[in-house]
C-alpha cells in the first residue's frame, strides 16, 4: 500500500526557535492535512491545503503556523517560535479526491518535544 | 458543533472474544463517520467509513461498524479478537467545507489477553 512519509520522526527544539516538519505525500494525491495529538488528547485537524492554498484552518492554525509545498511534492508545516504547548505528535495526512470515496492517508507522525 | 465521544478509555478482552467499542456523535446533519486504528508507532490506518447507504458497514481486518441515527452511535464490532488487534482505535465524525476535516473521539486503548 502507498504510504505518506514524515520527516524527522522525533524532533526536539528550544522554547522560541523556528521548526518545520515534513512530509511527502503520495505521488498522485491532491489535499493535504495536517493534524496534531497532543499527549493523552485526541487527535486534532490544524488545517488542510489543495491547489498551493489553505482551504480550511482550525482555531489552532494561527500566525505562528505556516504550511507550504516549496517544490511541488514535500508539504511542510513550520511552526515560527515553538511554544511548550506545542508539544505532541504532528500527523501530516493526503487524499487523492474530496470528501466521498477517496481515503485519507495518514502519515507515521513527528514528535516534536519543546522544551 | 460537531463531536465525538468515546465513553470508553481502556478495555481489555480476551483473545477469541468478541469486541465492541463504543462512538456516540453529535452533528447537525448526516454525518461522515469513521474508525481508525493506531498501532504503537504508527500513523492511523483506516479501518472502516460511513457515508450514506447500508447501515452497516464491513470494514478490514475483519472489523464492521453500524450507524444507528436514532442513537447517534456508530460502535465498532469485531466477532473474534486476536492478538494483533490490540492497539489505540479512534472514532471521528466529518467536519467542515472540504475533504476530511476531521473531528476525533479521544481513543479508546484495546488490550488482548491470551
Known amino acids: 500500500e502507498p504510504e505518506v512519509t514524515q520527516t524527522p520522526s522525533h524532533q526536539v527544539t528550544q522554547m522560541g526557535q523556528e521548526v518545520i516538519l515534513r512530509c511527502v505525500p503520495i505521488?498522485?494525491?491532491?489535499?493535504f492535512y495536517w493534524y496534531r495529538q497532543i499527549l493523552g488528547q485526541k487527535v486534532e485537524f490544524l488545517v488542510s491545503?489543495?491547489?498551493?492554498?489553505?482551504?480550511?484552518k482550525s482555531e489552532i492554525f494561527d500566525d505562528q503556523f505556516s504550511v507550504e509545498r516549496p517544490d511541488g511534492s514535500n508539504f511542510t508545516l513550520k511552526i515560527r517560535s515553538t511554544k511548550l504547548e506545542d508539544s505532541a505528535m504532528y500527523f501530516c495526512?493526503?487524499?487523492?479526491?474530496?470528501?466521498?470515496?477517496?481515503?485519507?492517508?495518514f502519515g507515521s507522525g513527528t514528535q516534536l518535544s519543546v522544551l | 458543533a460537531q463531536s465525538v465521544t468515546q465513553p470508553d478509555i481502556h478495555i481489555t478482552v480476551s483473545e477469541g472474544a468478541s469486541l465492541e467499542l463504543r462512538c456516540n456523535y453529535s452533528?447537525?446533519?448526516?454525518?461522515?463517520l469513521f474508525w481508525y486504528v493506531q498501532s504503537p508507532g504508527q500513523g492511523l490506518q483506516l479501518l472502516l467509513k460511513?457515508?450514506?447507504?447500508?447501515?452497516l458497514v464491513q470494514g478490514i481486518k475483519g472489523f464492521e461498524a453500524e450507524f444507528k441515527r436514532s442513537q447517534s452511535s456508530f460502535n465498532l464490532r469485531k466477532p473474534s479478537v486476536h492478538w494483533s488487534d490490540a492497539a489505540e482505535y479512534f472514532c471521528?465524525?466529518?467536519?467542515?467545507?472540504?475533504?476530511?476535516?476531521?473531528?476525533f473521539g479521544k481513543g479508546t486503548s484495546l488490550l488482548v489477553t491470551p
Open positions: 452533528y447537525g446533519a448526516t454525518p461522515y
Open positions: 460511513y457515508f450514506s447507504g447500508d447501515t
Open positions: 471521528a465524525v466529518g467536519a467542515g467545507n472540504s475533504g476530511y476535516a476531521l473531528n
Open positions: 505521488s498522485n494525491h491532491l489535499y
Open positions: 491545503f489543495y491547489n498551493n492554498e489553505i482551504s480550511e
Open positions: 495526512a493526503t487524499q487523492s479526491e474530496g470528501m466521498g470515496n477517496e481515503k485519507l492517508f
